[in-house]
């Protein structure tokens, strides 16, 4: 079955980075649309970035563009996420998620598979 597991969030303060890896498995790593999505306490889900296993196209919210770049190793079967120039407000649960279709950032309901989440605290 498909598992995605997360790895890599953590505490930083404002202006720091972190790199979130997501290792995929149970699915061929074609024809997906693999992304990151993040819920803060009483928030929606929100898409943060989506790649393409085939061909690698890329879309980010208004909101990390310029400051998070997410990127994959097809050989390892692994998603990553870099986040640099971190905010407060970048604090959440951070999610993997993948849909065997294309892409599409704005809404939950298009993916199929979730990891476990990992959390990210950015303080002041």
């Known amino acids: 079955q498909v598992q995605l597991v997360e790895s890599g969030g953590g505490s930083v303060q404002a202006g720091g980075s972190l790199r979130l890896s997501c290792a995929a498995s149970?699915?061929?790593?074609?024809?997906?649309?693999l992304a990151w999505f993040r819920q803060a306490p009483g928030n929606e889900r929100e898409g943060v970035a989506t790649i393409h296993t085939d061909g690698g196209n890329t879309a980010y919210a208004d909101s990390v563009k310029g400051r998070f770049t997410i990127s994959q190793d097809n050989a390892k079967n692994t998603l990553y996420l870099q986040m640099n120039s971190l905010k407060p407000e970048d604090s959440a649960m951070y999610y993997c998620?993948?849909?065997?279709?294309?892409?599409?950032?704005?809404?939950?309901?298009?993916?199929?598979?979730w990891g476990q989440g990992t959390q990210v605290t950015v303080s002041s």
């Open positions: 149970g699915f061929t790593y074609r024809g997906y649309c």
């Open positions: 998620a993948a849909a065997p279709r294309t892409c599409i950032l704005y809404t939950s309901r298009w993916f199929d598979y």
